[in-house]
């Protein structure tokens, strides 16, 4: 008896890209339905209220679709779109109310400590950023999570590099003091 092997085709990015570009509504569905749950997860992370961010992630889409034949296959999609998602979320941001950032000076310097707080999921991290103040949150978020660098998040935001390294420093200490607390409050240690 032959074993037959059966043949699966593989999902072709740019296949489907392609015919997005050509404005086939089925194409663009394949790709709002692969990526759709990763940008909202993007959106998330700078807007707190969960309607808003998927408000958001639709209005990136939408864009994202206008002006896909501008992707030039060159780089990833998931991270042109993603730059798409990042900016939209800014400017909602902007059109709800003027962000505010500290512009006291602090030390840049941050103090790591090495404790491990294995047991804090997911979920209480992000309520923990959600907690942060907006201009905290919007560069930390870009920094440690998107990987932008001071010199992007400065002419992103319209602030100087000096804010951006600012607003960090104070996002991170303020994050590791409510991580402790809820680690003392969670776990009774210190």
Request: charged fraction near 30%; glycine fraction near 4%.
């Given at each position: 008896?032959?074993?037959?092997?059966?043949?699966?085709?593989?999902?072709?990015?740019?296949?489907?890209?392609?015919?997005?570009?050509?404005?086939?509504?089925?194409?663009?569905?394949?790709?709002?339905?692969?990526?759709?749950?990763?940008?909202?997860?993007?959106?998330?992370?700078?807007?707190?209220?969960?309607?808003?961010?998927?408000?958001?992630?639709?209005?990136?889409?939408?864009?994202?679709?206008?002006?896909?034949?501008?992707?030039?296959?060159?780089?990833?999609?998931?991270?042109?779109?993603?730059?798409?998602?990042?900016?939209?979320?800014?400017?909602?941001?902007?059109?709800?109310?003027?962000?505010?950032?500290?512009?006291?000076?602090?030390?840049?310097?941050?103090?790591?400590?090495?404790?491990?707080?294995?047991?804090?999921?997911?979920?209480?991290?992000?309520?923990?950023?959600?907690?942060?103040?907006?201009?905290?949150?919007?560069?930390?978020?870009?920094?440690?999570?998107?990987?932008?660098?001071?010199?992007?998040?400065?002419?992103?935001?319209?602030?100087?590099?000096?804010?951006?390294?600012?607003?960090?420093?104070?996002?991170?200490?303020?994050?590791q003091k409510k991580l402790k607390e809820l680690n003392n409050k969670n776990y009774g240690t210190s």
């Amino acid at each position: 008896m032959k074993a037959i092997l059966k043949v699966i085709q593989l999902y072709n990015n740019t296949n489907i890209i392609g015919k997005a570009k050509k404005n086939n509504r089925e194409a663009q569905h394949v790709l709002y339905e692969e990526y759709s749950p990763k940008m909202l997860s993007v959106c998330r992370y700078y807007i707190k209220d969960i309607q808003h961010a998927e408000e958001v992630m639709l209005n990136g889409f939408f864009k994202a679709f206008t002006n896909i034949k501008q992707f030039e296959d060159k780089g990833s999609f998931e991270g042109w779109l993603r730059k798409i998602m990042v900016r939209e979320s800014i400017s909602f941001l902007r059109q709800q109310k003027k962000i505010e950032f500290s512009l006291e000076d602090t030390n840049y310097a941050v103090e790591y400590q090495n404790d491990i707080y294995d047991k804090i999921n997911v979920a209480e991290i992000q309520e923990l950023i959600d907690t942060l103040p907006e201009g905290y949150r919007l560069v930390f978020v870009m920094y440690a999570i998107e990987g932008y660098k001071h010199h992007e998040i400065a002419k992103m935001l319209e602030i100087s590099e000096g804010t951006s390294k600012s607003q960090l420093s104070k996002a991170r200490k303020l994050l590791q003091k409510k991580l402790k607390e809820l680690n003392n409050k969670n776990y009774g240690t210190s």
